[in-house]
């Protein structure tokens, strides 16, 4: 009975951790695939005005949600998803928020356009 109450105690205990790190190792993978991206798209770090990441339960991955200095009023969205060839997708839409509601993309006007 003993070894049993433990070993549950042990499994429940691992599961947790296991649940609790996939997320930050995620979040560890999603910033070095933004800061990859951006360097490859020639943006300094430095013209960062505003950056902020969320989880999006829905799809299971990070966004970095970022706002430049030389393209103010458009937010740039970094979707990282780890399945994909090129692990992050840009979404760039005229915002000034950081917020949960729905974007519209745009196609064209940005300094900053998508990698192909």
């Not at 109450?5 to 930050?24: D, E, K, P, Q, W």
Request: aromatic fraction near 12%; avoid cysteine.
């Amino acid at each position: 009975m003993r070894f049993t109450i433990l070993l549950t105690i042990i499994t429940l205990l691992l599961f947790s951790a296991f649940g609790i790190n996939r997320v930050h190792i995620q979040k560890h993978f999603a910033e070095k695939a933004f800061e990859k991206y951006i360097a490859e798209q020639g943006i300094s770090v430095s013209n960062i005005e505003r950056k902020e990441m969320k989880w999006d339960d829905r799809r299971k991955s990070y966004t970095v949600m970022v706002h430049y200095k030389e393209d103010p009023g458009l937010r740039y969205d970094y979707r990282h998803n780890k399945f994909m060839k090129r692990s992050i997708k840009l979404v760039v839409s005229q915002s000034d928020e950081f917020n949960d509601e729905p974007v519209t993309p745009i196609e064209k006007g940005m300094k900053y356009p998508p990698l192909d």
